[in-house]
C-alpha cells in the first residue's frame, strides 16, 4: 500500500513536532514546514528523506512563500491526504494597549494563512483526504487575548463552512487543546502554573502526545464519519466551573 502524505504546518518544534512523530510512527510520508530553519533538523531526526520525512521552511503569511511550497508538493507528491494547519502565534495584551498591528499579526497567522495554504492546495487534495485545524480552547474567550480568541474562533468557523463545501472528497475537522506542557506554559509562574492545573479535573497538564493522538484520530479513516467538528483536548477543563 502507498504511505499516505501528511503536511503539517509549523512542524519544527511543540506541537508539531508531537503531530509529526505520532504520524511517522503510523506510516504517513511527512512534509514539515516551518518559517525556521529548525525544521530540517527536526525532519532529519524524525528519519529525513529516507524515512519519508522532509523539511521545508516557508513563512505562510508570504503569498511568494505559500506558492513555492504549493509547486514543491504538486513536484514532490502525486497527491495529500492530510493537511494539519498547526502554526501558530500568541501576541497578548489587553485590547486598549494593544496596537492594530499586533491584532492584525495574530489573525494573520493563525487564520489567514491556513485559509490561503488550505485553498492553494485544493487541487492537491485526495479524495478521502482530512484537514486538522488547530484552534484552541481559548476560542471561548481568554483575558487579554482578543486577536489570538478571534483567530481561534474565526478557524472554528472556517473548518465548519469548508467541511460542507469540500465534502465529500476532504473532511475537515479541528482539535482545540487546552493548556498544554509547552514553552508557552513552562514560562509561566509556578503558582500561576499551578492554579490552572488545579482546576483540570484530569489532574495534570496535557502532554503533547495527548494532543497528536486527537490530530492522528481525525487525520486517519477512524473518523471517516467525522466533519466539521471540534475535538477538546483539555482533560476536561471544559466542563468544570
Ligand atoms: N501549546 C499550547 O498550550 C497550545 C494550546 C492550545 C492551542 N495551541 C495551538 O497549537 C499550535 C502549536 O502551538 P505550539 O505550542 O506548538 O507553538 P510553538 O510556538 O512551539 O510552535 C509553533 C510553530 O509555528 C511556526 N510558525 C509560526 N508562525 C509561522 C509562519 N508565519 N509560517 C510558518 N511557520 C510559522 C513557529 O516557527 C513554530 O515552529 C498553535 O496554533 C497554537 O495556537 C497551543
Redesign the pocket.
Known amino acids: 500500500m502507498t504511505a499516505r502524505v501528511a503536511l503539517i504546518?509549523?512542524?519544527?518544534?511543540?506541537?508539531?513536532l508531537s503531530i509529526a512523530q505520532v504520524l511517522a510512527e503510523r506510516g504517513y510520508k511527512l512534509l514539515l514546514?516551518?518559517?525556521?530553519e529548525?525544521?530540517y533538523a527536526t525532519a532529519t531526526g524524525l528519519g529525513g528523506d529516507s524515512g519519508g520525512v522532509t523539511g521545508c521552511v516557508?513563512?505562510?503569511?508570504v503569498s511568494d512563500d505559500v506558492e513555492r511550497l504549493v509547486e514543491f508538493v504538486r513536484g514532490s507528491f502525486d497527491g495529500l491526504d492530510v493537511l494539519v494547519n498547526?502554526?501558530?502565534?500568541?501576541r497578548d495584551a489587553r485590547l486598549g494597549k494593544m496596537e492594530p498591528e499586533v491584532f492584525s499579526s495574530v489573525i494573520d497567522?493563525?487564520l489567514l494563512?491556513p485559509l490561503r495554504l488550505t485553498f492553494a492546495l485544493d487541487s492537491s487534495f485526495r479524495d478521502g483526504s482530512s484537514i486538522v485545524n488547530?484552534?484552541?480552547?481559548?476560542a471561548l474567550g481568554n483575558f487579554g487575548q482578543t486577536n489570538?480568541v478571534a483567530s481561534?474562533s474565526g478557524l472554528i468557523g472556517f473548518t465548519r463552512g469548508l467541511a460542507l463545501q469540500w465534502s465529500p472528497r476532504t473532511r475537515v475537522n479541528a482539535v482545540?487543546?487546552?493548556?498544554?506542557d509547552?514553552?508557552?506554559?513552562r514560562a509561566m509562574p509556578e503558582d500561576v502554573l499551578g492554579g490552572l492545573v488545579a482546576k483540570i479535573p484530569a489532574g495534570r497538564i496535557?502532554e503533547?502526545e495527548d494532543?497528536a493522538r486527537a490530530v492522528a484520530f481525525l487525520a486517519g479513516d477512524e473518523s471517516s464519519y467525522i466533519t466539521g467538528q471540534v475535538l477538546t483536548v483539555c482533560g476536561g477543563r471544559s466542563i468544570s466551573a
Not at 86 to 90: C, E, L, P
Request: hydrophobic fraction near 40%; glycine fraction near 16%.
Open positions: 504546518t509549523g512542524g519544527a518544534r511543540g506541537l508539531g514546514v516551518d518559517r525556521d529548525a525544521v516557508a513563512d505562510l503569511t498547526n502554526a501558530g502565534i500568541t497567522v493563525n494563512a488547530m484552534t484552541s480552547r481559548a489570538y481561534k482545540a487543546p487546552g493548556l498544554v509547552s514553552a508557552m506554559s496535557g503533547p494532543v
